[in-house]
């Protein structure tokens, strides 16, 4: 399947499609009939700006294919259909005739989730902003958002096993890995789908890309490129039972090997439960609690907290949690534990299994989404990110906490903000504009369509600041009438963000509130996405110094016969082995890097028994040392030591002052020239 889908993606990909300029070539040329409007008039931007880069606003993170996840129930319609919009604008049998099994709706939406179920021709309950059962993506509505000037949009494949388990209804397995392949082979058939209203491969507006010169080709084709992307809570199978991973990393490689060759280029490692790669961030209130819940079935333990070691912090947990119904899903005699609201950092972090993941996104390229990671895994992530100088990180919904966001811009990674009302929106990207500045970086968008997370209502026909239709496209090459849909027309005014056509109102809405800054910022966002993306696919490792090299130490620890501590363990390139010394402050490990070498930056990674202080000195005899480096508040985990060149032969780490009782110990030691 994988390489299917692999080959799929090369022939279809921008090397076929038509040039620009040969007649109206945004417009199908055989549109069904019936079917969704689009609502547009008007040739849509091509090329690059002034500077020779690309133009237009990112979605870093959308659900197209949701309605295959979930047992394939849980979300009701489909993004396009062969049958036409009749079939795939349907809600699930189990609504008919009133909505009153629609179980998921008013668990998410509260009343008793009665609807009209009817989708063509009236649409009359739905989409809507506040309903987490109904397809919002539907082709047309896509295309809609593409014609208003986005022209990057990641589509991330998304299940969970759990729901899918709790859920009534489903009829599939719920596997995470088996719906996210055909996840990815729905995403293929939605591109030839297209296609072929289009006139054939490679003609339609919505391109999958699989390396960001592909994807810039896409946008100054004046296209939408689609990136595949991966949220699941048990990737590769990587789940956890009382504490117990299970896989392992043959698995990961197997895992990451087969998503990569689906096309994916961006995924979490977790999401909504600690899994056997890392501990998340946790969901605050009464959808917390549930999901707390959901992390016991799963895995057999609930969420655990403690203090955080600094300023970054999880989402606070709810203190009444046994109102919510979701506690009647435990099992008899489990109680949810009471937590200390000062605890407010999940205890797990990146696990040495989540390490190795991380290390092999690295290898292959992918980007790293540290959203939904807990500060503690998204903390070691991004320590592992800055030793190697990889800049493929994302934030792509306001999921990571903002005091790392300045850490993620100086990797050279890109942050996009998730969809909230034009107003609030425009307030909380203020707030991060001046850094943005200082990194000349643009912006995006996380809209998290099809997610479970409801969308920004209306503000009210009586607002006195409505949107004025007909609307412009920010190059104001395309006019936007409102959007119709069978019967019903929709306005944002009255109806916020219902379906994703309403991208396009809601973009030019941001303008019209006087946000010319924000616009701007969003439409530099196609080419701050790339840029992360393709220094990504540039990146090459550091060749590390002392890999192999001879080491020796003060003293080395033993108490053990069956386990070395020598000090070449801490130079092998096995995390799982370590250098040990006595437990005394004064202890040293020395490197020989054979010849003199400059060395620009050493990178120390602890074991639990680490260095309060300690210095870096370098010699070029081993006799007479200079230090280069030095720290009397080591916090442990990976240490970077950044400083001026120097040439030397000989490095060694002097500790000054242990952080515990026991002695030093490091797991690995790199030094570096660059």
Known sequence: MAVIIAVLAILSGPAAASPVGSGDWWNPVARPVPDS????????????????????????????????????????????????????L????????????????????????????????????????????????YYAWVERAWRAGQRVLVNDLVTNSVLCSAYFFKD??????????????????????????????????????????????????????????????????????????????????????????????????????DNALCGVRFDPGTLGTAINVGQFLSTGTFWRTEPCPGP???????????????????PAGVLLPAYDPNNRCNTRGLTALGDYAVRGMIKRKMMIEVDHMSVKAAGRTLDILEAESYPGVISSHSWMDPGWTERLYRLGGFVTQSLSDSESFIAESRQNSALRRKYGVGYGVGTDMNGVGGWPGARGSAAPNPLRYPIHSVDGGTVLERQTTG???????????????????????????????????????????????????????????????????????????????????????????RWASEWNDNQWLQVDLGTTQLVKHVTL???????????????????????????DSGDGGLDIARF????????????????????????EVGVYSD
């Not at 202080?613 to 030095?630: F, H, K, M, P, Q």
């Not at 060149?645 to 026991?662: E, F, I, K, N, S």
């Open 37 to 88: 409007g689009v609502n547009a008039t008007g040739a849509p931007f091509t090329g690059t700006d002034d500077h020779g880069k690309v133009r237009g606003f990112v979605d870093s993170h959308v659900h197209l294919m949701a309605n295959e996840g979930f047992g394939g129930r849980l979300i009701c319609g489909k993004a396009f259909s062969p049958q036409g919009i009749t079939d795939a």
């Open 90 to 137: 349907k809600d699930c049998p189990e609504h008919y005739p009133d909505g009153s099994l629609a179980v998921f709706d008013f668990i998410t939406k509260g009343g008793d989730g009665k609807h009209d179920p009817n989708g063509w021709p009236t649409f009359k309950d739905w989409p809507a902003h506040d309903s987490r059962t109904h397809q919002q993506t």
């Open 172 to 273: 599939r397995s719920c596997d995470e890995m088996t719906s996210i392949r055909l996840q990815a082979q729905r995403s293929y058939e939605m591109q030839s789908y297209i296609d072929s209203l289009y006139g054939g491969p490679g003609k339609g507006f919505f391109r999958i890309v699989t390396d960001s010169a592909q994807a810039r080709e896409v946008v100054e084709q004046g296209k939408l490129a689609v990136v595949l992307g991966v949220e699941t809570s048990e990737p590769f199978g990587c789940k956890m039972i009382l504490d117990v991973p299970q896989c392992s990393q043959a698995d990961v490689d197997r895992g990451l090997d087969e998503l990569y060759g689906l096309g994916v280029r961006s995924m979490f490692l977790c999401h909504k439960f």
């Open 312 to 330: 970054q912090h999880d989402n606070p947990i709810a203190l009444n949690s046994t109102l919510s119904q979701a506690v009647r899903r435990l």
């Open 487 to 577: 019967q019903r027309t929709w306005d944002l005014n009255t109806d916020g963000s219902a379906h994703y056509g309403l991208m396009a109102d809601w973009t030019a809405d941001i303008k019209f509130l006087g946000a010319q800054d924000v616009v701007d910022d969003l439409m530099k966002g196609a080419e701050s996405y790339l840029t992360t993306w393709g220094s990504s696919e540039r990146h090459r490792a550091s060749v590390n110094l002392a890999a192999g090299a001879p080491a020796s130490a003060s003293s080395s620890e033993w108490w053990n016969p069956f386990v070395d501590y020598a000090p070449d363990r801490a130079l092998d390139g096995d995390r799982n082995t």
């Open 605 to 631: 990674d602890w074991e639990q028994a680490y260095g309060r202080a300690y210095r870096i000195e370098l010699s070029s005899d081993g006799s007479n040392w200079r230090t280069v480096w030095s720290t």
């Open 644 to 667: 001026t060149a120097v040439p030397a032969r000989y490095l060694r780490v002097q500790g000054v002052t242990r952080a515990t009782w026991w002695g030093y110990s490091l797991c």
